[in-house]
């Protein structure tokens, strides 16, 4: 047999398609990008809010625990501008008694067990985030800048989330201009961003002046028609799940959602095999991870340079990790 093969058109298409969306595109094109900015820069970006979806809300809220490398809906609800004590939260619950602890700690004098037990109680901590539905005013898209993009979701900490609502409800006169997202009579956003030590400021964020309406027939039709359903950003598992995740966190259980287990595959190839219980992540706290012996961390550290995983499910693992800077770059 000589002679080439057949290009197959419709294979490279999808091949063109799969790494359309794995990339930057996909999952943070349905986001606001916030401006990148160095130290010492300010970057803006501005947008204007759409109002609510026919039986929608303007916003959803949710809290997120960091906790196991997962992200774990916290289940209480925002009731009157609270976050509902009297629903029940393993994670919470644990996140609280840390805070007890470290102050007890601190009353006994054991400054370096209570730096230890605030630090884990941040590492959990619910960070709250709230979603709109917007369209960015003006946006470099594939190297030109477009107008009006979207409708994109505007994922906003607590900060740009309170700069909305007083905008819309402020008892103080000077802070108020009512319905922002009015059709005719709204308001744009300038979202401003700084890097003051190290961490994203929005403190100089603020409405425009002069209210403007949203745009002409056309957009207005195409965003009735293309909103996100912010409801998604909003998933609760039941409670066995949150504590099963505590339990992990606590290195009580190991963690089946990691297929690969170390500890294992470690002991089959050395010739011993270890028992269950030392399978602790291992980004569980040092004051639980007593189990493993100073000569497994030694073998986990070769088994992982050597053993290493496939190219692209590193990558995979780094857009990931790019979401994840994307939704929490505010707090
Ligand atoms: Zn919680």
Redesign the pocket.
């Given at each position: 047999m000589t002679g080439f093969g057949a290009l197959d058109l419709e294979g490279v298409q999808a091949e063109d398609n799969r790494l359309k969306t794995k990339g930057q595109g996909g999952f943070l094109d349905q986001f606001v990008p916030m401006p990148e900015v160095k130290p010492g820069q300010t970057g803006e970006v501005t947008v204007r809010i759409l109002p609510p979806v026919k039986g929608g809300k303007l916003f959803q809220y949710n809290?997120i625990?960091q906790i196991n490398g997962r992200k774990?809906h916290?289940?209480?609800p925002l009731v009157n501008g609270k976050?509902d004590r009297d629903t029940p939260?393993?994670?919470?619950?644990y996140?609280n008694s840390l805070w007890r602890q470290a102050d007890k700690a601190e009353d006994e004098g054991n400054r370096n067990l209570a730096e230890e037990l605030k630090k884990e109680a941040r590492s959990i901590k619910?960070i709250e985030r709230y979603y709109y539905n917007a369209i960015v005013r003006s946006m470099v898209v594939d190297g030109k800048e477009q107008l009006n993009v979207g409708p994109r979701i505007l994922s906003v900490g607590k900060i740009l989330h309170q700069m909305i609502i007083r905008a819309i409800v402020s008892e103080k006169p000077q802070e108020k201009l009512g319905d922002i997202t009015n059709i005719e009579t709204g308001y744009d956003f300038i979202i401003t961003k700084e890097l003051r030590s190290d961490f994203p400021n929005y403190d100089r964020s603020k409405f425009s002046l002069q209210s403007s309406p949203l745009g002409d027939k056309d957009l207005i039709k195409h965003c009735v028609e293309s909103m996100h359903d912010l409801t998604k950003f909003r998933s609760l598992k039941p409670i066995e799940e949150?504590k099963k995740e505590l339990a992990i966190h606590r290195g009580l259980i190991p963690d089946d959602a990691e297929k690969f287990n170390v500890d294992d595959f470690d002991a089959e190839y050395a010739g011993q095999r270890t028992t269950a219980s030392a399978s602790v992540p291992a980004d569980v706290p040092a004051q639980t991870t007593e189990t493993p012996t100073t000569e497994s961390a030694t073998a986990v550290e070769t088994a992982s340079t050597e053993a290493a995983p496939e190219v692209d499910d590193i990558a995979i693992e780094s857009d990931e990790f790019l979401q994840d800077l994307a939704e929490f770059q505010q707090d």
């Amino acid at each position: 047999m000589t002679g080439f093969g057949a290009l197959d058109l419709e294979g490279v298409q999808a091949e063109d398609n799969r790494l359309k969306t794995k990339g930057q595109g996909g999952f943070l094109d349905q986001f606001v990008p916030m401006p990148e900015v160095k130290p010492g820069q300010t970057g803006e970006v501005t947008v204007r809010i759409l109002p609510p979806v026919k039986g929608g809300k303007l916003f959803q809220y949710n809290r997120i625990h960091q906790i196991n490398g997962r992200k774990v809906h916290c289940p209480r609800p925002l009731v009157n501008g609270k976050w509902d004590r009297d629903t029940p939260c393993p994670i919470c619950d644990y996140y609280n008694s840390l805070w007890r602890q470290a102050d007890k700690a601190e009353d006994e004098g054991n400054r370096n067990l209570a730096e230890e037990l605030k630090k884990e109680a941040r590492s959990i901590k619910p960070i709250e985030r709230y979603y709109y539905n917007a369209i960015v005013r003006s946006m470099v898209v594939d190297g030109k800048e477009q107008l009006n993009v979207g409708p994109r979701i505007l994922s906003v900490g607590k900060i740009l989330h309170q700069m909305i609502i007083r905008a819309i409800v402020s008892e103080k006169p000077q802070e108020k201009l009512g319905d922002i997202t009015n059709i005719e009579t709204g308001y744009d956003f300038i979202i401003t961003k700084e890097l003051r030590s190290d961490f994203p400021n929005y403190d100089r964020s603020k409405f425009s002046l002069q209210s403007s309406p949203l745009g002409d027939k056309d957009l207005i039709k195409h965003c009735v028609e293309s909103m996100h359903d912010l409801t998604k950003f909003r998933s609760l598992k039941p409670i066995e799940e949150l504590k099963k995740e505590l339990a992990i966190h606590r290195g009580l259980i190991p963690d089946d959602a990691e297929k690969f287990n170390v500890d294992d595959f470690d002991a089959e190839y050395a010739g011993q095999r270890t028992t269950a219980s030392a399978s602790v992540p291992a980004d569980v706290p040092a004051q639980t991870t007593e189990t493993p012996t100073t000569e497994s961390a030694t073998a986990v550290e070769t088994a992982s340079t050597e053993a290493a995983p496939e190219v692209d499910d590193i990558a995979i693992e780094s857009d990931e990790f790019l979401q994840d800077l994307a939704e929490f770059q505010q707090d």
